[in-house]
């Protein structure tokens, strides 16, 4: 067993990251790391990897080697280990010679903790690796060694003599990539088959899950946005021109959104991913290309404009949002034009089968009519008992009616039509439209024309989709998608089958708000926005992301608690010694900069009332005036009477009221609540006018 005490463990975890607390397995893994011992970390976005092994790294002898895949991801650690006050670097091919024997200087004087290392310079790291300056070996993204999985990267190969290079140091591979499989994969390429293994849950609590039809989907991401003002976003498109086209749309309406995609050169893309980390962009309109360096805790929503081809690939994109733990959301727009174009994409692939099976399950998962998160979890082999209650099928189950008869008209226009047409003819015919193609085929004169006009366009859609989910009918892909008749079809058609098929639920329109820019704001309205200003304006100071400063969950308990000690500013999660000591003080003096404008404010408000009173309003029309109740502006009056202004308050109640106030408090003497003159008063006299007795009662005094 390692000697270092839990004690000391989360004193070091509190004074160097912030937190008082670990999370689920981070200290089990730490303590396996401190023991010496290989370690496979199976963790999803956002679970906190990262402290796995910095915090090992505190107490180990020597440099803590971390390869890690991205470049522009490493650059990012490290600013964030050294803002707590950890000395950290990285090397990688993008440096000059110079900063590299920088490195090599720093790691002889053992001035460094941790050296992030990209896979493919490591060769160059030989002379440093054969000396014994190395103390542990992390692996992040680890999935990317094995073929099998969705990620490989051909340098990473090299990492298998690490092992025999360094068979003392233990080794911790991490990843967020589940499967079983790539698990064994990753073990046996590492030559480390008897690492513990620590596998967390794969539940992100925090994301809410949605699912929309994706009818009119531009305005309604345009309504989304607006309603999310200050928030930060991805919106994943099937493809490069998708992104642009909605980039531009979403720019016509003031929402400050940028593309990105693998066909932009490398600045332009590094533009974009600089200026989304640092909160200079809201949203980034992109393709799957975009995300894998995108380490940035407060992306708050994570929209699908399509769908995407598995449930691998869909779960780690909607878990780059949130990674601090607050609350964030994931919709989903879901349009069978999608999921036809995803067949035509992997048509005629090696692992065909595959893809359509992965294909089918993302789409059981946006057409699902039980709790979406049961069903993601049990694709990666985690089954939870209780529905989630934050995914909107738990928030708004849906209902259930019997559908026999939409059934039976959707069927026999299918059955008429022969099994030639894919779904918008179908639709079209049953509603009886007038255009070219119907008449055309003089499909107007089929006896199932027009039987279902009263029924909309869009939900004619969704019972459709519901009889192909239910295998009363299907579409054959390889015959431009037409809809056909299935074994099923007679039950309903023939022998009266009970149909049961679910009402469209109406998406809400959301509330229109006004777009303002992120973080530029300069709105000094809510204390929040100050401090987020403030954090900009010191992240582009020291030219880092913003989060690394404090991230949101960070910033909000500020806002909450107002700390203005130094021991109170330590006490915020979030917040080490070394942030304390940089950071503290600038954070404490605009919360006090801002209280006293509070203060300020309030003094102003009952300056307003005064002004009104003095130029002969009553006290109505100077709540009216001013959107106050009116026993706030009494209280503001009390509050001038008091300080010697001259208020008539006595107009205000009457002589006799007064006199029994007066009574009451020679009775209740040093009573100053309110409630007990009531009750004394045997409830005859209004709070209103004890307030105004006692405000009185106390200047006469
Ligand atoms: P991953 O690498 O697994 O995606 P990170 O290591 O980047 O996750 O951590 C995700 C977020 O969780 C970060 O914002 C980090 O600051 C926060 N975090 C990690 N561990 C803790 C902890 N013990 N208490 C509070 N926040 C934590
Ligand atoms: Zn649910």
Redesign the pocket.
């Known amino acids: 067993m390692t000697d270092i005490g839990e004690k000391e463990l989360l004193k070091k975890l509190k004074t160097n990251f912030g937190y008082d607390s670990f999370r689920s397995n981070q200290q089990a893994i730490v303590e396996n790391v401190l023991n010496k011992k290989d370690t496979l970390v199976i963790m999803p976005t956002g679970g906190g990897k990262s402290i796995c092994f910095q915090l090992p790294s505190l107490f180990i002898e020597g440099v803590t080697l971390v390869i890690s895949p991205l470049i522009a991801l490493m650059k990012d650690q490290v600013d964030s280990l050294k803002a707590n006050g950890i000395p950290a670097m990285f090397f990688n091919s993008s440096q000059s010679s110079e900063e590299q024997q920088e490195v090599f200087n720093a790691i002889a004087d053992k001035k460094i903790q941790l050296l992030y290392v990209a896979p493919e310079s490591l060769l160059l790291l030989q002379n440093v690796l054969n000396q014994s300056y190395i103390g542990c070996v992390a692996i992040d993204e680890a999935h990317c060694i094995s073929s099998w999985g969705h990620d490989f990267r051909p340098s990473y190969k090299q990492l298998a003599f690490l092992k025999k290079t360094l068979p003392e140091v233990p080794i911790i591979a991490l990843t967020a990539t589940a499967d079983k499989a790539t698990q064994e994969d990753i073990l046996e390429q590492l030559s480390i088959p008897h690492a513990t293994r620590f596998i967390s849950s794969f539940n992100r609590e925090n994301i809410t899950?949605e699912v929309r039809p994706a009818n009119e989907r531009i305005q309604q991401i345009i309504d989304y946005i607006g309603k999310r003002a200050n928030e930060a976003g991805i919106i994943y498109c099937l493809s490069r021109k998708t992104t642009e086209q909605l980039a531009a749309k979403l720019k016509q309406n003031n929402i400050d959104a940028r593309a990105y995609h693998a066909g932009l050169t490398f600045d332009e893309r590094a533009a974009t991913q600089e200026a989304f980390i640092k909160d200079n962009c809201q949203v980034v309109c992109a393709t799957v290309a975009f995300g894998m360096g995108i380490d940035k805790s407060n992306v708050r929503w994570v929209i699908h404009y399509n769908m995407p081809k598995n449930i691998e690939g869909y779960y780690q994109e909607i878990g780059r949002s949130g990674r601090d733990g607050l609350e964030s959301h994931a919709l989903l727009f879901h349009s069978y034009a999608d999921v036809i174009q995803l067949r035509k994409f992997i048509e005629g692939t090696s692992n065909q089968e595959v893809q359509e099976a992965k294909l089918d399950r993302m789409k059981q998962f946006a057409e699902a009519t039980v709790?979406?998160?049961?069903i993601l979890l049990s694709y990666f082999g985690e089954l939870i008992e209780e529905?989630?209650?934050?995914?909107d099928?738990?928030k708004n189950p849906p209902k259930f009616f019997d559908g026999t008869v939409i059934a039976q008209k959707a069927l026999s226009a299918i059955y008429r039509l022969k099994g030639k047409e894919a779904l918008g003819t179908v639709v079209d015919v049953l509603r009886g439209a007038q255009n070219a193609k119907v008449l055309d085929k003089n499909y107007n004169t089929l006896k199932t024309y027009g039987v279902g006009k009263e029924t909309s366009w869009k939900d004619w859609q969704h019972y459709i989709i519901q009889l192909i989910n239910q295998g009363y009918c299907q579409i054959a892909f390889h015959e431009n998608n037409a809809l056909q008749l299935t074994d099923f079809s007679s039950k309903v058609l023939f022998n009266n089958e009970k149909v049961q098929l679910t009402t469209p639920v109406e998406v809400k329109k959301e509330e229109k708000r006004k777009v303002t820019k992120i973080t530029k704001s300069t709105s000094k309205n809510s204390l929040f926005d100050r401090l987020r200003a403030l954090r900009y304006r010191i992240a582009t100071e020291e030219n880092i992301a913003a989060y690394l400063v404090f991230n949101d969950a960070t910033l909000r308990e500020i806002e909450k608690e107002r700390p203005q000690t130094d021991n109170e500013f330590l006490a915020i999660s979030g917040v080490g010694q070394r942030k304390l000591e940089v950071y503290g003080g600038e954070f404490m003096e605009e919360i006090k900069t801002f209280l006293k404008e509070k203060k300020k404010n309030k003094k102003d408000t009952t300056l307003e009332t005064y002004k009104l009173y003095e130029e002969g309003f009553t006290i109505e029309e100077i709540a009216e005036a001013r959107g106050l109740k009116a026993q706030t502006i009494f209280s503001h009056l009390s509050k001038l009477y008091l300080e010697g202004k001259d208020i008539a308050l006595d107009k205000f109640i009457d002589a006799n009221q007064l006199k029994l106030i007066a009574n009451a408090k020679k009775v209740l003497k040093n009573e100053t609540a309110l409630k007990p003159y009531f009750e004394f008063l045997e409830e005859k006299i209004p709070y209103e006018q004890i307030r105004i007795g006692l405000t009185i009662l106390q200047k006469k005094r």
């Open positions: 899950l709790c979406r998160r049961k529905n989630c209650g934050n995914c099928v738990c």
